[in-house]
């Protein structure tokens, strides 16, 4: 893009504020800045104009049938032979969602790097790929590995792996794509500049993972591979079971186009999303928007109706993601303190919030799928998120978790 190709676009879009500091810049930087504003997705104009009403008034929430553990027990062999026989023919594939950055653990770097040892080193991502292994040791094939990294940490997240020979995984079988991006702007809908030269952009959230995954060309190799499922999940859980043949398998045997892996809710406003129905389409809801009687809803056993908390875990049909991946999906936008330009010339975060960010999420993409199975695990064996250095979800208490389930420290 040329300085007059980007000056008729921003005066176009009202945005020429990012070309503000363009003279002062040296070739580098003015390339910086022109490549930068090429690639800037536009969508955002939509999402700001109207607005998604996400206060639900509108839904007709109901509870889900799924599975509890003593359903799945009662069928183990049979869903376990399914998943094991769907795994060795080639049909499933994993998908990490790993742009995140260890900001709130106190280090600069991809999440999954940080180190969660104590008597050795023993990182997030190497455990999360302990127990992959387990399940590729016992059906003797490798399961596809594709890892959603973002601007900000992907040179360090493949340099990571690399280090580390893969934690023993085949270097063939993992692929590395990069998290769409979208512009922060302020509260009058311009786009922030972080610096001189660089408009402020940040992940559009993990509900693009699949969109990012298509522009990265990677369809293709999921194709010539034969995978019909993609097992999506999250970094920060350590106890991840990855490709479990159980819930493979129960879920292509229940022919639903969705497995959702979900913990029993321990009270009825656990801070979890819940999985339920919209009229008749699965939904997953944020927990504070269940009326008080739904949360404390009980069936004939005592037990919570509205019992299932995602874990985001969930298992994808290939086929139904491809026929939904161009319907546009919420995009929800957020109030946040913006790293911005100041006006002495430096890059600092605010104290407070000062735009706005897009982000789109992984449990919108529940609603098109158009049925899903809620597939509930053991929490002590399947949960132990770390989204804090101390407290809960925390490094400690995932170190005594994992201690739990056997894992040397």
Known sequence: MTYEQAKALLTEKNQLQLLTYYDELDDAGKKNLLD???????????????????????RDLQPIDGY???????????????????????????????????????????????DIGITKPLYIFEQQMKNLMEVTEKCG????????TSDKNHEQTTSFWKEHNY???????????????????????????ERKDTPALSPNGNGGWFSSLKRAGLCEDLHKRGVEWLNIYAVDNVLQRIADPVFVGATIVS????????ICKTEPYEKVGVLCKDGTQPDIIEYYELTDEMANMRDEKGNLVYCYGVIMNYLFR??????????????????????????????RKPEKENGKKFETLAVDLIKPMGSVLPFEVVREKEFAPIKNKTGVDSVESARELLKGNGVVL
């Open 36 to 58: 930068g504003i090429a690639n800037i997705d536009w969508s955002f104009e939509d999402a700001l104009a109207n607005p998604v009403d996400m206060s639900g008034a509108d």
């Open 68 to 114: 509890r553990r003593a359903d799945i027990d009662a069928r183990l062999p049979e869903f376990e032979a399914a998943g094991v026989e769907a795994i060795k023919a080639g049909k499933v594939a994993a998908v990490l969602l790993a742009g995140g950055m260890g900001t709130r653990l106190g280090v600069d770097g991809p999440k999954g790097a940080y």
């Open 141 to 148: 094939v490798t399961v596809p590995l594709y890892i959603m």
């Open 255 to 262: 022919g639903v186009n969705c497995g959702a892996k979900a």
């Open 167 to 193: 934690f023993g995984y085949p270097e063939s079988e993992v692929k590395f794509f990069k998290q769409d991006m979208a512009p922060a702007v302020d509260f009058d809908g311009k786009i922030i500049l």
């Open 318 to 347: 290939l086929s139904r993601l491809e026929e939904i991946v161009d319907k546009k999906i919420p995009v929800h936008i957020v109030q946040k303190k913006i790293e911005c330009l100041c006006e002495d010339g430096e890059t």
